[in-house]
């Protein structure tokens, strides 16, 4: 059997891996292959065992919020309404296939991952090169790496060097040096020096390699597990609204039951007492709660949609504006992941590459010439040429090019510059320094000493310290094209060195801001080394308080890891690997914060999983990220994030805004049937359960959804993050609703009540049955108690829009959706007095034309009571606290 990655087969000697594969330097015989590859399975990645499609339908349709509808519909068929029973099913199924559709994005993560292997790949079998498709490599195949090649496999390079870009497996930006034979000291096996892993691409040099590992047992195949077994969390609104709903529907169910044998001790007839406990569950379901959050939320999707954030999934709105932490990458994401020139030095001097300088000329058209950029557009390379050409260098005709090496850590390149022949040099300052015996000064090139050597000795290590990657320059001419590299790279003049770096994008340092107001701690989780991740770090405004290594992380035990994320600061966690960045998600997870993660490569998918909402980068990330992560940023743009939790912060205050709007009018629903059932009958029902359902169904939903597209309150991005364990409906939000409001409301609807019955000729006890001379009356007095309801709504609404400030700072007419819901939801208050055929159905009459009068004042003493009480709790927050007296005693 092939040795598994964590075995470590790179640090056995090639010929003792080779005897432990079967194999040799000559690669596998057909017949051998075919074999394996029926013992071994293809080279593709672990899919796993899909749930059952019907056990995944059947659970969002017992979701607490489905099952509260239900009992909505079948009270609403109970009720004799068939029609308004199917609309509440419709909305059942519509929420359950949308759930069940995003439910399987952990399979679209890993079908993902498999574009990473390409489709063909070159190896020796029966002792010839050929091209075989990549789903067909077995462990022992000798694989051909060249240029530009996507590898099939994890395998140990028997013979030559190449250079590599793990990005997408490491998140490091740098490619990396591999070359046959190196000692293995490395801690990891994605750092050994003479390793290449399936999906990583080559960018310069050529070797043969033998396959160790193939399909489920490479790193990759490694990556797609911890995806598919990664579970995501409910999102803290998911948990919220399923403890509440769980908690209405207890008090819905214990309610109606408790007041089913009320009503028959108080001496109400079997059916008065079911159309009465009806009536009590039907006033404590919010049959709208489930679509109106589902629309809002929708609403938001939409927003942040324009604003170039991509969601997939309604809930993760609302988690983004309970974000307390961002763990995020840094290639691709606080970076633009491409090479920039940051400085050059010659001469004794260093400059910004920003316009022609003669001094720097001959560094220049090094810059410009010694590239491969013909063949392969190299970052670095790209970048080079750019600068130079801001120095004023033109590239020159190419003679001859000998290309990098991953030993000699260098390339040349032979110019015709006029008559004369130039070669260009770049490499690793430590190697091309000794190949060096002069130095450029500015104007000529003269003998180097030991202090030249020293000062750019100096020179490298002090843009080391800063993270940039840095290249020596030097040339030499020459009568006639070298006849090697060894030839050309001798005798040079040093021209002088060139830092690199992937730049922070421009917009990070504002959104880091903004994040650090709004209270969310930042840590830089990435698979770079230290020195540049902190230097990035630095220059965009995120304290690098601690720098963690990913073998120090790994070292720790989650105790010690838990303790380490609980100190204040923020941490820059490098060389960190997959399991590594999902132990931290997890880790934060677990004290309680709400985890946003961050990234762009292969290597994130997990984390991303795995988190409370994972964020990818559209244009720059891979289709890897883009499938495990929530929110795609189709910019790459790292503010789009502060975008998007000011957005989820506003439709969460929105969300609790309608939620407070529908639980208000529960009161003056609720106590009308409960001053039935006290008074034994004496008093008729003030308010039918059809009128009921035309308020939670009818006039009711579209001031609601109007609240949804309410604007962020002027402090929403200076609050603390919401803590993770804040129910939706707080103490204060149902003091409001229901002791403040709710109350009001129910006073003034059986006041209105009463004024119409009494001014009709009732008398306690007098009946209003079908064929009483009352009947009439009766009609007109339940008309009356829907309309004031509606109208308190009106009421409701307007101050539903703010939890804090005034509504004269939001603005009164500010809302043009509520505005208009309002006219709709006013309209059909109406249509149900005065015309006929509703008039039959619900159980109403035009009522008397002195209601008007009642009517006009009840929106705006709702509306001023939570204004005042708004006002009390402002006050009292500036309030400075008066100091204690010192005891007498």
Known sequence: MAPQPDERPTREPIDTLLRDLKTGRDGLGSREAARRLAIHGPNTLPTGRRASWLRELVRQFTHPLALLLWVAAGLAWVAGTPVLCWAILAVIVINAVVAYLQGRQAERAIEALSRYLPQQATVIRDGVASEVPAVDLVPGDVILVTEGDRVSADARLIEGSVEMDLSTLTGESAPVVRSAGAEDTADRLIDAPDAVFSGAQCTSGQARAVAFATGAATELGRIATLSRQATPLLSPLERQVRRSTWLIAGVAVGVGALFLPLGLLAGLSLPEAAVFAIGLLVANVPEGLL???????????????????????????????????????????????????????SAGRTVDPVSPDAALGPLAQVMVDCNQLERLSDPMEVALREAGELLGA????????????????????????????????????????????????????????ESDRREVLDEVDGFARHGLRVLALASREVPAPPEDAAAAESGLCLLGLVALLDPPRPEVPAAVAACHSAGITIHVVTGDNGTTASEVARQVGIATDRVVTGSEADALSEPELDALLAQPGEVVFARSTPEGKLRIAEALQQEGQTVAMTGDGVNDAPALHRADIGVAMGRSGTDVARQAATMVLTDDNFATIVTAIREGRRAYDNLRKFVLYIFVHAVPEVVPFMLFALSGGAIPLPLTVLQILAIDLGTEILPALALGREKAEPDVMSRRPRPRSEPLITRRLLVRAWGLMGVLSAALALGAFFAVLVAGGWTPGAPVGPGDPLHGVYLQATTATFLTIVACQVGTAFAARTERTSLRRLGVLSNPPLLAAIGVELLFAAALCFVPVLQTVFGTAPPPWWLILFLLPCPVIVWGADEAARWFGRRSARAPSRPRRPSSG
């Open 394 to 449: 033109r590239v020159a005709p190419r003679v001859e090019t000998f290309p990098f090496d991953a030993e000699r850590k260098r390339m040349s390149v032979v110019s015709r510059r006029g008559d004369r022949l130039l070669v260009a040099v770049k490499g690793a300052p430590e190697l091309l320094l000794p190949l060096c015996d002069s130095v450029f000064d500015g104007t000529r090139a003269r003998p180097a000493t």
């Open 291 to 345: 679509p109106t959050i589902t629309l809002a939320l929708a609403v938001g999707v939409r927003v942040l949609a324009r604003q170039g954030a991509l969601v997939k999934q309604l809930s993760a709105v609302e988690t983004l504006g309970s974000t307390t932490v961002i763990c995020t990458d840094k290639t691709g994401t606080l970076t633009r992941n491409t090479m920039t020139v940051t400085a050059v030095w």
